[in-house]
């Protein structure tokens, strides 16, 4: 629970329940376009979908996903998966999401937090990874504010045009 600008944030385990609050979370941020790998019109994904993929994450003990709600809305998620590969399983990247409207309010790094709490907790869990747009200052500084360190760069990785093409930089932390 966290409260800032007089706003109460509650954080929480994802559930099924949250399948069309989640999805619509994920269309919103693919669709403004600007640091996702995806683009709209390949993102389409249905409720059942969503629902299927939500209980597969629940049934991995590697695996979470954490959303936060304002009143009781789901206004932003965080997923953190994980291979079964034995010599990888201790290991996992995560992906993060916040309505726009609700961005700039500290929600990210509670989210990020509270992953890394979970992960903290976990047995099997000893890293956790990310990959993130060089275009991303913001993104990239809430990451290294919270202990992350990059580990690699992947060269012109996405290209958003004929002549522009950005990097995917890795960043770590152990837990």
């Known amino acids: 629970m966290m409260k800032k600008n007089n706003i109460q944030v509650s954080l929480r385990t994802g559930d099924l329940d949250d399948a069309e609050a989640v999805l619509e979370i994920q269309r919103e941020v693919v ?7 995806s683009v709209s019109e390949e993102f389409e994904e249905t409720t059942e979908q969503q629902r299927s993929w939500i209980q597969k994450i629940l049934e991995n003990k590697r695996e979470t996903i954490i959303v936060a709600e304002i009143k009781g809305k789901v206004i932003g ?3 953190f998966r994980s291979k079964n ?6 290991t996992g990247y995560f992906t993060t999401m916040v309505k726009k409207d609700y961005r700039d309010m500290g929600i990210g790094k509670l989210l990020i937090k509270e992953l890394l709490n979970w992960a903290e907790q976990n047995p ?3 890293k956790v990874s990310l990959g993130v747009l060089s275009t991303n200052q913001r993104a990239i500084a809430l990451y290294k504010s919270v202990g992350f360190v990059e580990e690699g760069r992947k060269i012109k990785e996405v290209k958003f045009s004929d002549d ?5 930089i890795l960043m770590y932390k152990l837990v």
């Open 31 to 37: 669709s403004e376009n600007e640091f996702m790998i």
């Open 77 to 79: 998620l965080i997923v």
């Open 164 to 168: 522009l093409y950005v990097d995917d």
């Open 124 to 126: 099997f869990i000893e």
């Open 85 to 90: 590969n034995k010599r990888i399983a201790h």
